[in-house]
């Protein structure tokens, strides 16, 4: 008898070839055309953000893993995906400091303490977002007119802008002035990697045919924003814009596909997913019209994302039965 | 019955059909493992330097479901060496050594021919691949017999099978040994077959399933006989996994989604099958002979092949008659999809095995098990729709009873929630813990 012993392993031997690490790399590609229009709008500023979320979020994914004896989640692709996220939240003035600080704050305490990848119950990018705007309001809410942003990093806070939400919900009359095929094409002002509604829609629906993210959540997100769009246009319309209009600004279409696309703190099942979208849609849409002008819709997903649990309970009937017992 | 009919599980390729059946020599020195299904071990029942008959009985179980048979007549040479089966399971085995020619002569199995036929199906070792391989006579126990009997009428009440479907293509695409069986069975034995099972069952009607991709002349025969003898057919597409899972196939026939719990569809009236155990049914119950051969696909580096191989011989036997050598990483005892693999070339055949799937040394891959990340494509992927990323966390925590609650026996481990798994996890693994774990307390 040979002692040649050959590997064991449980079935199936056949794997589709899906990795984490390809995962992340698809959304960070996905990401790519919107963070290029920020580049583009509004310059050096937005490479400062992006290389210094990024390092701070590597760098502390390696604390976490030399702490925990872990492999962390540099490798594959988390952490830089996470300063990717951050950097495209934050509005291109910010200083590059905030950015680092929400990576870090994003590693340290969105995500270190609970393990893996996987057991976070609301994105790191958004918690690192939401400590750094409670902390530094002043300098988060800080938005620039595309053309001046270089100017404005010399000469700080010289050649501030408001961004279309919070010019309207100064004065509803301002909605007016705004040219809805402008919004879409990205000529707004905004975040760093968050004002070119179509390169984000084109990223998401590239996320969704890889399969790297799923359509429910997206789409019910912009369903649930569009829907109660229209019911408050449908009330006053000289009071609350049009659903065009929050469609197009803001971090809408972001949050849809780069946020309620997080899967640790997603549900997984489709009806569940649905279910996501549309109270995170409904919620952020709430947020804005009550006077957040920044952060309503990373506040809406970190909310529901403490649903998802629950969400998850609408679970598909499996199959042959028909009375589940979720 | 196409993509409308089942929109789940995964899309396969590269399914390369083989017809041709290459017959391995029977071996001079049979290994006859006592456990030849899992889960049953039988106690050997015979002693070291008896002369056996051909057929004779070698080892049986304690509740006397199963039987191992000896394939060649002979001298017992050795009883009680242990081997571990692929189930990581420690089991005795009994070896026979070819005698004399006159030893060579079938021993009858079942010695009264006016036997029941259920009694006479126990002792010869038919197996049924469903879901699982499982020996038919278990599988027809409780709905062959009368399950209690009307007051005062005395009319005895069955539970009964309505439909048999009987598959003739593999459960696993990449695997041919039914493809190549039913492109050339013999058509009077399949009748034969079919009408010992209906006799067992009372099965109204017959359904043939068919593989879409197979070309149409592979089953000419087959059909015409179908269309003579009245039984329907289905066909399904074999690239879509698992596309020939019984439940499928069931709901197909029904026409509703019958309940699959313990993978027991039976109680749904529909019995399903594969050729090879048509063949073997009447093997026993016609020709009154143990069930010693099995139809295997072997695919190596070499390509598929299927052999017909008899039951104790050697791997390493099967792999030279089809010219397969080589420094292998890894042997899997089944289909890429659902065989275990094997610490051992040397473990000799059992009748639960339908394919030896060979890798080489260095395409064999080591998975990660990572964290569950939640992307949920193993939900959108089960065909049982299941929630495959928490039952499987579930069981990865010990969480038994929320794991049973979420359906786990629902589970019928065709491995499609492993296959798009990005994180590698071992899915089937964890499920058949959890499985193992809750039969267990349950019988506690």
């Known amino acids: 008898m040979r002692d040649k012993r050959l590997v064991v392993a449980t079935p199936p031997h056949l794997r589709q070839g899906r990795t984490i690490r390809r995962m992340m790399m698809a959304f960070m590609v996905a990401l790519l055309p919107a963070l290029a229009w920020g580049v583009y709008q509004y310059g050096a500023s937005v490479i400062v953000l992006l290389v210094s979320a990024c390092a701070a979020a590597v760098a502390a994914d390696a604390v976490v893993s030399k702490m925990t004896k872990t492999a962390g989640s540099a490798p594959d692709g988390h952490a830089v995906l996470t300063g990717m996220l951050i950097a495209a939240m934050l509005p291109p003035a910010a200083p590059w400091w905030v950015a680092a600080v929400a990576a870090a704050v994003a590693i340290f305490i969105g995500k270190a303490p609970f393990g893996e990848l996987g057991g976070a119950p609301i994105a790191p990018a958004v918690v690192g977002i939401l400590i750094v705007t409670l902390s530094w309001p002043e300098a988060v809410d800080n938005y620039v007119q595309p053309t001046t942003a270089a100017e404005a990093l010399k000469a700080e806070g010289v050649a501030s802008a408001e961004t279309p939400i919070g010019a309207v919900l100064i004065d509803p009359s301002d909605m007016t002035e705004y040219d809805t095929k402008e919004l879409w094409l990205g000529r707004q002002v905004g975040s760093s990697g968050t004002t070119g509604p179509l390169f984000l829609i084109l990223g998401g629906l590239a996320l969704i045919v890889a399969r790297a993210a799923r359509w429910q959540a997206p789409l019910s997100f912009i369903a649930g924003m569009g829907m109660s769009a229209v019911v408050a246009n449908g009330i006053d319309p000289t009071v609350y814009p049009s659903a065009e209009f929050h469609l197009a600004t803001g971090m809408t279409m972001f949050a849809a596909f780069f946020l309620c696309t997080d899967h640790p703190s997603t549900p997984t099942s489709p009806n569940g997913l649905i279910a996501f979208g549309l109270l995170a849609g409904i919620l952020a849409y709430l947020l804005r019209v009550a006077g957040l002008e920044f952060g309503a819709e990373p506040w809406a997903v970190a909310i529901i994302s403490l649903a998802t649990p629950i969400l998850d309970r609408l679970r598909p009937a499996p199959f042959g039965k028909v009375v589940s017992h979720a | ?408 026996f629902n589970c019928i481990e065709c491995g499609v929630c492993a296959y798009v798994c990005p994180a590698g996890r071992s899915m089937v693994q964890l499920m058949v813990l959890g499985k193992t774990e809750v039969s267990s307390r349950r019988n506690a």
């Not at chain 2, 007051?151 to 539970?159: C, F, P, Y």
């Open chain 2, 1 to 408: 019955m196409d993509i409308s009919f089942f929109k789940r599980g995964v899309k396969l390729s590269g399914r390369v059909p083989v017809f041709d059946i290459t017959d391995v020599k029977a071996p001079d020195r049979a290994v006859l493992v006592m456990s030849q299904e899992a889960g049953i071990e039988c106690k050997p029942a015979v002693k070291v330097g008896q002369t056996v008959e051909r057929g004779a009985v070698v080892g049986e179980d304690p509740d006397g479901e199963s039987f191992v048979h000896t394939p060649i007549g002979g001298r017992v040479a050795e009883v009680g060496a242990k081997v571990i089966s692929p189930q990581g399971i420690e089991t005795r085995t009994v070896v026979v050594e070819r005698g004399d020619e006159k030893l060579q002569a079938w021993a009858p199995a079942w010695k009264d021919e006016q036997g029941d036929l259920l009694e006479r199906l126990r002792v010869s070792g038919v197996i049924t691949s469903c879901t699982q391989p499982l020996s038919l006579y278990r599988t027809l126990k409780d709905v062959a017999r009368p399950r209690s009997v009307i007051a005062a009428t005395s009319r005895e009440l069955r539970r009964g099978i309505d439909h048999i479907a009987v598959r003739l293509t593999e459960f696993d695409p990449h695997l041919s040994a039914l493809d190549a069986q039913s492109a050339q069975v013999d058509l009077q034995q399949f009748s034969d077959g079919i009408d010992e099972l209906v006799k067992l069952t009372g099965a109204r009607q017959i359904w043939l399933v068919e593989d879409k991709n197979i070309a149409k002349k592979h089953y000419e025969a087959l059909e015409k006989t179908a269309d003579d003898r009245n039984w329907e057919i289905v066909a399904f597409d074999s690239r879509r996994y698992p596309a020939f899972a019984d439940a499928l196939i069931g709901k197909r026939i029904i026409g509703r989604e019958p309940p699959v719990a313990l993978q027991n569809i039976h109680d749904s009236g529909v019995l399903v099958v594969d050729l090879s155990t048509v063949l073997d049914v009447r093997t026993a119950l016609v020709e009154n002979r143990p069930i010693t051969k099995k139809t295997i696909t072997v695919t190596g580096p070499r390509g598929t092949n299927v052999v017909r191989a008899t039951i104790g011989t050697p791997y390493a036997d099967i792999l030279a008659a089809v010219g397969e050598s080589g420094d292998y990483g890894k042997i899997i005892l089944g289909g890429p999809m659902r065989g275990r693999a094997h610490h051992s070339l040397d473990y000799p055949l059992t009748r639960d095995v339908e394919a030896i799937t060979l890798v080489a040394q260095g395409d064999v891959v080591l998975h990660e098990n990572r964290m569950c990340i939640s992307c949920g494509l193993c939900t959108m992927a089960c065909p049982m729709r299941l929630s495959p990323g928490l039952l499987s966390r579930y069981c990865e925590f010990g969480q038994w009873e929320e794991a049973d609650n979420t359906h786990l």
